[in-house]
């Protein structure tokens, strides 16, 4: 699992014109599911993720977690983070679950992020989407 963390002052995710999720202060999460993952491999994402401080405090220093600001998080599947581009130039996405299963651990992880007291959206797993970001900072985190 790749969980491509953004902070962001505000993101949302608009799919066939109709905007179907959005946020402000908070997490951007570009998630790709590969074949070898499970549910200990989200648990233990989650949890990183929600105590990553990554956010100022009152001396300008990232000494915040998400729960502190009152944060939100957006969590968008992306396949294509497990793209495979070591040969040619047309990226392969064998590494990638297959369709159910990645939803079933996508649909696992937004839950989890729930429980873990996140304020959570999503957007559409498989749709085409158009997600919007204002990037804070920019600060980037990967976790896999």
């Known amino acids: 699992m790749k969980a491509v963390i953004q902070r962001v002052a505000k993101a949302s995710v608009t799919v066939d ?6 946020i402000g202060k908070g997490y951007l999460v570009l998630l790709g599911v590969g074949q070898e ?3 200990t491999v989200a648990d233990r994402i989650v949890k990183k993720m929600a105590a990553l401080r990554i956010f ?4 300008g ?4 977690s998400i729960k502190d600001v009152g944060g939100s998080v957006l969590v968008v599947s992306q396949f294509t983070l497990y793209a495979d581009t070591s040969r040619g130039n047309r990226p392969g996405f064998t590494l990638a679950a297959k369709p159910d299963m990645a ?8 839950e989890k ?3 873990a007291g996140l304020p ?3 957007g559409q797993f498989g749709a085409h989407m158009e997600v919007e970001l204002l990037n804070d900072g920019p600060f980037t985190i990967i976790l896999e």
């Open 103 to 110: 939803e079933e651990l996508y649909l696992y992880f937004v």
């Open 113 to 115: 992020c729930h429980e």
């Open 37 to 39: 993952d499970d549910r």
């Open 56 to 59: 100022e405090d009152e001396n």
């Open 120 to 122: 959570v959206s999503h």
């Open 17 to 22: 014109g109709k905007r179907i999720a959005s």
């Open 61 to 64: 220093k990232t000494n915040l």
